[in-house]
Nanobody
Framework: QVRLVESGGGLVQAGGSLRLSCVGS????????MGWYRQAPGKERELVAT????????VYADSVKGRFTIATDNGNNRVSLQMNNLKPEDTAVYYC??????????WGQGTQVTVSS
């Protein structure tokens, strides 16, 4: 079992920055990638960014490329998401994920990010 706890959400003006953090605990030897998803009111949950634990390969949604940066701290089972130049359309609940090699994903409880115009 893996437990994920997110922090760092909040309210920020458009153009501002926030940094989300996620700390994992439990059987992390089974995890090969971590990531962030988000869900805005009335919309489907969508991928924001992922990163592999071993090689650091990243994938970003087109909407956040050049503005968001995902990173891991392998030794402490952490993943962060640095979000710059935030836009009102980035407003959502952001969820941390940890993915097993068999593609099963663990989810955090989510943290709210609100960007005012």
């Amino acid at each position: 079992q893996v437990r994920l706890v997110e922090s760092g959400g909040g309210l920020v003006q458009a153009g501002g920055s926030l940094r989300l953090s996620c700390v994992g605990s439990g059987w992390f030897s089974s995890i090969n990638a971590m990531g962030w998803y988000r869900q805005a009111p009335g919309k489907e949950r969508e991928l924001v960014a992922t990163i592999t634990i071993s090689g650091g390969t990243t994938v970003y949604a087109d909407s956040v490329k050049g503005r968001f940066t995902i990173a891991t701290d392998n030794g402490n089972n952490r993943v962060s998401l640095q979000m710059n130049n935030l836009k009102p359309e980035d407003t959502a609940v952001y969820y941390c994920t940890a993915n097993r090699r068999d593609s099963f994903a663990y989810w955090g409880q989510g943290t709210q990010v609100t960007v005012s115009s």
